[in-house]
Nanobody, 124 residues
Framework: QVQLVEFGGGPVLVGGSLRLSCVGSGFTYSTAALAWFRQAPGKQREGVAAIASNNVPDYAESVKGRFTVSRDNAENILYLQMNSLKAEDTAMYYC??????????????????WGQGTQVTVSA
């Protein structure tokens, strides 16, 4: 049974940093495509960062240069380091997984497995 559990959300000030973690189980982590998505109140869920099994990353334009996605295949953990946070980064953040090697996407539909989310609130 595939499980994804996110950690690390919380309140943070504008300009601050936060690191999210997502622990996976029930699948071969090292060959999976992994991604972070977020959903703000009243908005559609959007892709933030993705990372392929070969560690190739991709980012939404809105977070490029501020967020870094990484993965620890030995520990089955996906990370999202978020720096220079803005109020508009406030959202529920979700990790997602797809059993596809050497591939990534920032679209929702290819990912069948999702975590429950962790809330990030950025305020002045």
């Amino acid at each position: 049974q595939v499980q994804l559990v996110e950690f690390g959300g919380g309140p943070v000030l504008v300009g601050g940093s936060l690191r999210l973690s997502c622990v996976g189980s029930g699948f071969t982590y090292s060959t999976a495509a992994l991604a972070w998505f977020r959903q703000a109140p009243g908005k559609q869920r959007e892709g933030v960062a993705a990372i392929a099994s070969n560690n190739v990353p991709d980012y939404a334009e809105s977070v490029k240069g501020r967020f870094t996605v990484s993965r620890d295949n030995a520990e089955n953990i996906l990370y999202l380091q978020m720096n220079s946070l803005k109020a508009e980064d406030t959202a529920m953040y979700y990790c997602a997984a797809a059993m596809r090697s050497g591939w990534y996407s920032l679209r929702e539909s290819p990912y069948p497995y999702w975590g429950q989310g962790t809330q990030v609130t950025v305020s002045a």
